[in-house]
């Protein structure tokens, strides 16, 4: 697990979709004056550099941020996530969650980041520091599915927590499924969303898990999970990911509204016209 390096994968379709849904239940946190708590479990080095040997090996970025920016939407929520990666994007450059939330979240704010990579620890903490960041910071450098437990339940008592893992090895699926049940049995209050990939055949072993482990989330003691997906190609045993989402536990009000109208206009944007595959925004479990 700790081989993994973003910086391979920096601005991609996962991280456009996967960072748009961040900075839209943060927003929602925003609506009210009270304080809120963001936890990032697997942060990253925090900024990622395009024009880097990782990002030019596989230039993911240009399927990916690259494409928003030449379409030049008009859709109102894909034109705050540019603007708000606008400023690092001038010097080739991709933010990833922790400074997203850095960028985002309020002075009455709390942000709490964890990272297990020992040079990962060390750029995140860098990143941080040289990035405006109005909320309280904490950095740890330390297992991100132990430091959740061990932070729950947090102050102030309402929040998001965003659970962003590499699945390097098949057990971290199941990993995931049992942090979030004993997290929920310490702040069932929490938003907790949560990446994954959407692996073909050519994954081997590797290959649906993530729709099991979806499953298994939505049968944990929980009022609601709403799952959002980009397919960015036909899921034909070609391309190992050929997409990827999020199931977001505890979904605020009307998001699922906003993603409706948003995920679509990705789709559009980061789809080519000769390539087969869908939006999807689901719920898997409502509230009653």
Known sequence: ML??????????????????????????LKLKEKPAIYIDTHSGAGLYDLQSAEA????????????????HSQHEDIRK??????????????PGSPLIAARTLREQDRLICMELHNTEIDNLRQNLSTTECAASLAIHHRDGYEGLLAFLPPNPARG????????????????????????????????????????????????GLSENMLKKISALD?????????????????????????????????????????????????????????AVVEWLKQAD
């Open 160 to 207: 998001l927590v965003l659970i962003d893992p590499s699945y390097e090895v098949s057990d971290e699926y199941q990993q995931v499924t049992n942090t979030l049940e004993k997290a929920l049995n310490k702040w069932p209050i929490g938003i907790y969303a949560i990446w994954y990939p959407l692996l073909s055949s050519r994954a081997a072993k590797k290959a």
């Open 3 to 28: 081989s993994y390096r973003h910086s391979f994968h920096a601005g991609n379709h996962a991280d456009v979709l996967k960072h748009i849904t961040q900075m839209l239940i943060i927003n929602k």
């Open 222 to 278: 929980c009022k609601s999970v709403l799952n959002v997906a980009l397919h960015v190609t036909e899921n034909d045993g070609e391309t190992g990911m050929y997409g990827s989402g999020m199931v977001i536990i505890n979904a605020p009000w009307q998001l699922d509204v906003e993603l409706e109208s948003v995920v679509p206009a990705l789709f559009s944007q980061l789809v080519k016209a000769d390539l087969s595959g869908k």
């Open 81 to 94: 996530y540019q603007q708000l990666i606008s400023e690092f994007l001038t010097q080739d450059q991709y």
């Open 56 to 71: 030019q090996k596989t230039k993911e970025y240009l399927s990916g941020v690259e494409c928003l920016q030449v379409a």
